[in-house]
């Protein structure tokens, strides 16, 4: 019987729970929603600052990426800049003697040159003046009645571009 009363006092245990407990759970349990509360305002800004911080460095990958597109346009505008006197002088040298078959081969190693580096050359002679690509040094009188007002009619010396950017200007001779 001993044994049935033991049995029976383990189970029997009641729990008990008193005012001032429940008191200390609802203070833990503001101060956890608090802690929640700053930990996810905390969660939050490091967000932002994150996201913040990788617009920042994709924005200056993309102005590097700029930045030395840049530099190489223009040391390849340099470059050619300096190449259109020699192309002038094998132009020049070619009106003087069109059959040297030396003259033509600089021109045509020149001007594939050009065409692989991405330099080429204003149109100018049968079109409308352009003041963008144009310099128009001369005007005289139209030589053909067809031919229009502001046609241009010879070519002085030839323009070229790179890209959009225009190297030298055409100098051209226009019609009234």
């Not at 967000?47 to 840049?70: F, P």
């Not at 021109?107 to 003046?129: P, R």
């Not at 010879?154 to 226009?174: C, H, K, N, P, S």
Request: hydrophobic share 40%; net charge negative.
């Amino acid at each position: 019987m001993e044994e049935n009363k033991e049995n029976i006092k383990k189970e029997v245990e009641i729990e008990t729970v008193s005012v001032n407990d429940a008191e200390k759970n609802e203070i833990k349990n503001d101060k956890n929603t608090k802690i929640i509360a700053d930990l996810n305002a905390k969660i939050a800004e490091l967000n932002d600052k994150y996201l913040r911080v990788a617009a920042e460095l994709e924005n200056t990958r993309r102005r590097a990426s700029l930045d030395v597109e840049s530099v190489s346009r223009n040391r390849a505008m340099g470059v050619a800049e300096k190449i259109l006197p020699v192309m002038d002088a094998v132009n020049a040298a070619l009106k003087h003697n069109p059959d040297d078959e030396g003259i033509k081969s600089m021109q045509h190693a020149l001007e594939s040159a050009f065409d692989q580096i991405g330099i080429v050359k204003i149109k100018s002679v049968g079109e409308q003046l352009n003041p963008q690509y144009h310099n128009a040094i001369q005007i005289v009188d139209k030589p053909t009645p067809e031919t229009k007002t502001n046609t241009i009619v010879e070519e002085l010396q030839i323009g070229y571009m790179f890209g959009d950017t225009v190297l030298r200007t055409a100098m051209v001779i226009v019609s009234k």
